[in-house]
């Protein structure tokens, strides 16, 4: 049988805002032009621009714990119950996910170019875990139906509260996964370059993929709620206008 514990709730949900004006981020590749840009700039420190490459442990990567030979940087690991409650308002019983535990591994880890085989050049990325922004994949889902034995049943009845299922997932943030990161970028001992939370407040962000898709993405989205918007002001004008004509219509056969 499954074992359910009451625990705190955690909400695990994050929103990020990017300006309008992202385009006009600077963005780069973790290769030498980079590191040219950088030793160059004042106080060796770009204040924010977006950074792509491919994701490179630092060190021994994450196992995943329940897929074999997935490996990672991130590993969150997130398990709820599910319950059944009895509405007596209702007369029925009505499901509810409570008592969510979540666990959040991470190591150490850099950008590196795409098809560089000896990373020579790398970008460090400090404090993943305070960036927002959807980067992690879904490797794993298992719901898990609880036993239920005729005792159980009656106290459930009784107490108009009963456990369904178990649910666990894990996602991760895969070796070799393209990702592009928002942030400021300084520069130490004159070769290693950190990519680090704005100290001026600006989004610190991570993205899945590279830049240019981030932009396309964008731009769709953008494309599609400018479509919506002008469909629904010529649904809204037509519907108007039909009141005022059946109105008028009215008026003169009174």
Known sequence: SLEFKKVKRQDDCCEFDLSSTFQEIPNFQADHHLLRILNASSNKRLHYVAVEGLVQAIGEPISSQ???????????????EHWKYWNSALKTWVSKKVNKQQTTNTVPFSLVQPGAYISEVSVRVDSPLEASGDYLEQVHKRLRQAKEGLMDAVVGELSGEKPVALEEREELLHVGSALTAFGELVLEQDKIMRLQPPKDGRSYVLIPGDYKSFIQRRENSANMWKGLTALFGITGFALVAGFIHGAANQDKKN
């Not at 940087?73 to 398990?79: E, F």
């Open 66 to 80: 329940f897929v074999p030979r997935r490996h990672g940087v991130i590993q969150k690991i997130t398990v709820h």
